[in-house]
Every structure is written in C-alpha cells, then in structure tokens.
C-alpha cells in the first residue's frame, strides 16, 4: 500500500484544530447550508486533494493523450458548470483517464475525472454535463471530508484514498501497468449525497444552460445497463454510484421545475469521434488484458499487436507488447516496446518503471537507475525501490541498496517480502 502519512497528518492536524476551537467538529455544507460533521478545514481539504490528484491518476491509466483536444472540450464544460457552482472558486481540474473502465470521481477540493470508457456511453454534452456536475457537488459539498471524518470518528481509518497493487509476482513483467489500475481512489458516497449530488447538479446543468434532462436520461441508461449481464465492466461504477430506479423518479420531479436548455449533441459527437473511431483497437486491448489474466499470453501478444496496427499512437498497446516479450523472454524486442511505450506517452510511472526493471534485468544499470527514478517522480512506487536496489546492490553500493530495500520493505505483498529478505541478508553481512 502507497504511504498514507500526509493524509493521516492533515486528518490529524483537522482533528486537533477542531477540538481546540471547541467546535465538535461541526461545518456548514456549503451546498445545502446544514451543519455537518468535518474534521477538516476547506484549506487542509484542498491540500489533500492536490497531492491525491497526480496518484489517482498514475494509478488509473494516467491521461488521455491520443486526442488531446479531447481533454479541451471535457475540461471547458467542467469549468462551466464550476463557475456556477456554490463554490466557484475551488481550484476545480478535470482530467480524461485512459482507462476503459465507465467511471468517474471527484477528489477534495474540486479534482474531478472521467475515464474514457464513460464518455463513449454518453450521447451528448448535457450527458456530460450530468456526471461533472454531479461529482462537482461532491466536492462543493465537501461530501468527501464528510465521510473521511465519519470514518475516522468510527475508528475505521482513511479507507477511501490511497492506492494497493494485488499481492502478486512481477518477476515475469507482465501487465504490471493494468494490476496497478483501478484500484486508487473510489469513494463510496450514502444515498444522501448520491441524490443530492443529483439534485444540485441538476440545478448547476440549468443555470449553465443545458438541459436538465440529460440527468434523467443518464439515470435511466445507468439503471439500464445495471441489470443483467449489461452490468460487466460497470461495477467501479456502480459501486461509488448505485443506481435505482428512486433516483430516475427523484431526477424526473427535479427536471420539471428547471425547464429546458441545450443538450449540444452535435458538438459532443464531434469531440468523442476519435474515441468512437479507436473503439475497436481499445476492445482488442482489453481482450488481450483478458487474456493475460487467463495466461493466454499467446493470444494476449497477437490481440495487442493487433490493437496497434488499429491506433498506433496508443502508448499502452506497446507497454502491454512489452510486458508479454519479456514474459517470453524475447528481452531486446520488449525492451525496444517499452521504449515505443516511452516515446508516445512518457508521463505514466509504469512505463518507465518496466523499463527500468528490464534495464536491470539486462544488467543495464546506468540506465535502470535513470528509468526507475523518473517513475517515481510520478508515483512512487515499493517496486521502483527495490529494482533501484538490486541495481546498487549489484554494482557493489550497498548502503544505497540498503536504502532502497528498506523503503520497498514497508509495503505489502510478495515484493515487501522480498525487499524484507535483502534488508536482512545486507544487515548481516555488515
């Protein structure tokens, strides 16, 4: 598990301010206007959400970046609905992940994102408009202080940020990139603040000019597509966003006493067209991810290549290509994939962590050293120390071997244990 220090120091510090002040720990919504349990203050919120940010996203598929015009258009109607919002002057980002999952989530202090994979469900900019306005109110609300607060008061800790990789083995370099995914920051808001989030964003749709009945039409595809078999793939989703058919209802009556607006689903259709055009090649990609966890990684190796030749600007298609001939143990063909993966996108940790630890491997430590320490630089990871560490072990500098065994040693999991096993073996032999 990724450190959590900062995060339990601000709570800590929330806490002691409000119990000096005498206040109980009391705050006014600044939605709604109700007094409500936080035992933080707005500063230390967004301060949160500023150093949560950069890791939700690392860990969840970084950006999107094969149309960047897609970020403008996503990011332009965010700030729209922001500026209307009951806290405007929040410093609100939004972000569009590449991950195919159909989610989206806001984090304190206005750092809100929706993955690629919900956008191309929606039909239109009111849609749109619904999910950010949506989880704006999450964060005008202060719904995530809320439920860190009562967590904390309950004795059940800062469940709902941080980061954890699956307790598995990475010595055959495969997929480590889509085990990290997914796993960050979900939070899990009560059917309070799920329809209030509704209902005030509805209100934040209307006074922005679109038309409120892209809320109810979003519900009502959610409610659709939660039945049956329709749900694989949307349980991220649907676990931080459950939908019913109450909220439709709730949805219906608010609508009527908004009026109508624009539903701009020519534009919409226009800014998603190279998402819908590459939908093809991110399914053949997530078959081959299918297939790895199945072990077909001969499968895996054709699907993802095949996903290349269909958009070949995708950074992960060559990641993934990696990882598979490394599995193989085809080392300088999957080291020139991580290179590839590199090039197109050199702002995600994993590529530049599997590279790294490929460089190692190949005893290539000048540049495992290099590779390993700029994934840190974007998420900072018990994996990179320990690679960092087999690199000075093996070039004779056990004390900054020592070092990095011992930061990989306070994690969890098979590389913990590992790191555990090289801290004691360097111990004794000083």
Known sequence: MFPRSITHRLL???VAASLTAGIAGCAVNPVTGKKELSLMSQSQEVALGEQQYPQAQQTQGGEYLVDPT??????RVGQKLARVSDQPNLPYEFVVLNNSTPNAWALPGGKIAI???LLVLLEDEAELAAVLGHEIVHAAARHSAAAMSQQQILGAGIAILGATTQNTAYGDLISLGSQFGGSAYIAKYGRDNELESDEYGMKYMAAAGYDPQGAVRLQQKFVELSKGKQAGGLD???ASHPPSQSRVDANIAHAKKLGGGATNRSEYQRAIAQLKKDAD?????DQ?????QKKDYDRALTLTRQAQKQQPKEAAFYALEGDLLAQKKQ?????KSYETAVQKNPTLFSNWLMRGMLNAQLNNYTAAERDLQRSTSYLDTPHAHYYLGQVYEKQGNTKNALSQYQIAAKSSGEIATKAQARVQALGNQG
């Open 12 to 14: 800590a510090t929330a």
């Open 70 to 75: 897609l970020q403008t258009y996503v990011s």
């Open 115 to 117: 993955n690629r994979g």
């Open 236 to 238: 991220a989703l649907f």
């Open 281 to 285: 090649a991110y399914k053949s990609y």
């Open 288 to 292: 081959a991810v299918a297939a790895v």
């Open 331 to 335: 080392y300088q063909a999957a080291l």
